[in-house]
């Protein structure tokens, strides 16, 4: 944004707050906000068209936060309130919006509970907020999270041995971290519950060693390397609901259930539809979703299906709701 000053019939000037915009191929400057005349503004400041200036570079500083620009950058001259020059290089301040809505999302109480139980000298929940933010705005290690704390404008000074320890404590309080999450993000968007996603993944160790968790099993990309499975929930708007780590050698199929039951228990959640693959269709899983107003919608080999079954699938117009009688087409089999 820029002051805009437009000469009156009187040899007075008139301040707009003004921004330059771009119609079809052609840039024009739009007045936003009137700031008032030079004689008037002359009673409040000794250089009213520097000092609006300043309110420029404020009101643009605002308006990329709000727009979500994260990588917006400014100097800490322009964020110093005493107007000190700082040698400190551009800092970053879009985190600011991903931090107004984290907040929102109850971690700082979610760590404080935790903290009046434990002996913690370090703060878990800075340190979790700027792996989040850092993770959308650079997606990085841990340790490169570290390396560049200092771009980002007020992050707090963090000993590294500090930045994997909350790490530690999700991990021991997983369910309650992850129904914190759920409740206290319907505050920001409604969850779409009527359907839930659900996959799995795996991630290979660069070593032929197992160890813990990390077990040989059936790779995603064809590694024979250690493995670690990853199980992941998503609502309906694709995004993620809960999560669950196994051994690499776990039968993904095995993983559902747990999680779901977890997901029915933590989140008050049993009216919605499974959805998934194939490969997580065991007959377990489809009985499990087919009472207490769930059902289940899973992929299936049009190979391994029998004609009769075939005839329903290609058929324009076979499907009903179960229950419904009203206009219940016959089937080709029938």
């Known amino acids: 944004m820029k002051i ?5 019939a009187n040899g007075d000037y008139n301040y707009y707050l003004a921004k330059s915009v771009r119609k079809g191929g ?3 400057t739009v007045n936003l906000e009137s700031l008032g005349k030079h004689s008037e503004l002359l009673k409040k400041y000794d250089d009213p068209f520097k000092s609006l200036k300043e309110y ?12 979500g620009d994260f990588n917006y950058k400014v100097t800490q001259q322009q964020l110093s309130e005493d107007g000190e020059v700082s040698q400190t290089n551009l800092k970053y301040v ?9 907040e929102r999302l109850g971690l700082k109480s979610f760590f404080n509970e935790l903290k009046s139980d434990l002996k913690i000298k370090y703060n878990p929940y800075e340190i979790t907020k700027h792996l989040i933010v850092d993770r959308i705005m650079h997606p990085r290690s841990k340790f490169g999270t570290y390396n560049h704390l200092h771009e980002y404008y007020g ?6 041995q500090n930045i994997y320890k909350p790490l530690d404590l999700i991990e021991a309080n997983l369910d309650s971290f992850q129904s914190a999450l759920y409740h206290n993000s319907n505050s920001i968007l409604k969850r779409n519950t009527k359907v839930l996603y659900y996959d799995c993944t795996n991630f290979y160790f660069e070593t032929n060693k197992t160890d813990g968790i990390a077990k040989y099993g059936l790779s995603k990309d064809g590694k024979s390397k250690p493995l670690v499975g990853l199980g992941l929930f998503m609502d309906g708007d694709g995004i993620p609901l809960a999560f669950d780590v196994h051994s690499g050698n776990t039968n993904e199929q095995t993983t559902v259930l747990p999680l779901e039951k977890q997901i029915i228990k933590d989140f008050d959640l049993s009216n919605f539809i ?12 489809r009985s499990f979703n087919s009472f ?8 299936e080999s049009l190979k391994k ?20 009688k009203s206009n219940k087409p016959r089937l080709p089999h029938q």
């Open 4 to 8: 805009n000053r437009v000469k009156t």
């Open 26 to 28: 052609k840039v024009s």
């Open 56 to 67: 420029a570079k404020k009101k643009t500083l605002e308006e990329k936060i709000e727009s």
């Open 94 to 102: 879009g985190h600011f919006y991903l931090t107004s809505i984290i």
């Open 155 to 160: 992050a707090p000074s963090i000993k590294l």
């Open 274 to 285: 499974y959805i998934s693959d194939a490969g997580l269709n065991s007959n377990n899983i």
């Open 292 to 299: 207490q107003n769930r059902n289940f919608i899973v992929t």
């Open 305 to 324: 299906l029998s004609d009769d079954d075939l005839k329903i699938v290609f058929n324009d117009n076979p499907w009903y709701l179960l229950g419904d």
